[in-house]
């Protein structure tokens, strides 16, 4: 294998472009703030429906009267 000069530059500048911002110096970019979706509270609706029909379909076991 021969030592190739120019890959070795590239590597070293790509790793001074990756890494650079891990300095202390480095700007801090501020996160954006998190938007509200306005599918949530259509997906609550949904749920709440299905979970409605889920019980219709199949209710839960009821307690059998005791005779005697």
Same mark, same amino acid.
């Given at each position: 294998m021969t030592f190739?000069?120019?890959a070795a530059d590239l590597a070293v500048r790509a790793a001074r472009?990756? /890494? =650079?911002?891990?300095? !202390?110096? /480095? !700007?801090?970019? !501020?996160?954006r703030p998190t938007r509200t979706r306005p599918t949530v509270a259509a997906r609550?609706?949904?749920?709440?429906?299905?979970? =409605?029909?889920?019980?219709?379909?199949e209710p839960t076991p009821r307690r059998t009267v005791q005779h005697g």
């Amino acid at each position: 294998m021969t030592f190739d000069p120019i890959a070795a530059d590239l590597a070293v500048r790509a790793a001074r472009a990756t /890494a =650079g911002s891990a300095r !202390p110096d /480095a !700007p801090v970019v !501020p996160d954006r703030p998190t938007r509200t979706r306005p599918t949530v509270a259509a997906r609550s609706r949904v749920a709440a429906r299905l979970h =409605g029909l889920a019980h219709w379909v199949e209710p839960t076991p009821r307690r059998t009267v005791q005779h005697g």
